[in-house]
């Protein structure tokens, strides 16, 4: 067996002892409902990549502090880096160019890039998911292969308010079915824990305070099998969705989401304080 890694220390997360191989990495920002910063997103990218080449490690479980699992993309990012001192993970480059180029790129790296490696680690993971998941939110959790949800989680994506199809990382149809997806994004709406497991999004649904030890010992049944065939089946059901136009679905909804900014730029309506707002709103009310 290998030597166990020792975890870096962490701004944002927090990389808890690996036990019975299973790695547990926990968004650390409740105070702003672990909002996604660029500090963050690359340090949960890096911890994952710790879990990943760690062969103490079969199955990683992320988690989150707080009532709630994330409220998505910050709108306030006071006190982030800029993406130019980040080591990037994709080819992508030229994020400080000016115009849709450099915001296109800021986000085929941070947002779908993050997403889709984090979907295709070769190890199973689950997510744990409390309170509200709301936009930007949905991209911690759909990359991930099992979701195990507290009764009081609620899911959302509202971004058809900011003039685009919907979050960066688009699985709705997949996720939801193409109906139920079509009414969350039309209305921004919500959808809770058992009606997302009915539609087969969310695996199991437990109590708040059962919530840590359903995960942990799902995840210590799993660490239990042969790890070589936990990566083939889990390549196995990947590229059967692949097949299905998955990837490609990927990289052409991320195109309509950039047209859409492209025109909220031009009409010069950008993130105001009114939308600023609402998804403030949403976020209480929902």
Known sequence: MATQMTAPEFDTIRYEPV?????????????????????????????????????????????????????????????????????????????????????????????????????????????????????????????????????DAKFADPTVEFGVNGVEYFGHPWEFGPRKAKEL??????????????VGMVNKVVPRDQLESAAREMAEQIAKKPSMGLKLAKQAVNQAQDGQGFWSNQQAALSLHHLGHAHTRIDGIGVNPEIRKLIKDQMRDI
Not at 22 to 49: F, G, M, T, W
Not at 185 to 198: H, M, R, V, W
Request: with cysteine; hydrophobic share 45%; charged share 20%.
């Open 19 to 151: 036990q019975n191989g299973v790695a547990r990495i926990v968004l650390a920002r409740p105070e702003v409902h672990n909002a996604q910063n660029s500090i963050l997103l690359y340090e949960l990218n890096d911890a994952l990549d710790m879990a990943c080449h760690d062969n103490n490690v079969v199955v990683i479980i992320v988690a989150a502090d707080g009532d709630n699992f994330s409220s998505g993309h910050d709108l306030n990012p006071r006190g982030d880096r800029p993406m130019t001192s980040f080591k990037p993970v994709t080819p992508w480059g030229g994020f400080d160019l000016p115009g849709q180029e450099g915001h296109w790129a800021v986000e085929q790296e941070k947002f779908l890039g993050f997403s889709w490696r984090w979907r295709n680690i070769p190890k199973p993971t689950i997510v744990e998911v409390q309170g509200k998941v709301i936009a930007g939110g949905l991209m911690l959790v759909w990359p991930f292969d099992i979701i195990i949800a507290s009764e």
């Open 185 to 198: 994004l039309f209305t921004g709406g919500a959808i809770d824990a058992q009606e997302a497991k009915s």
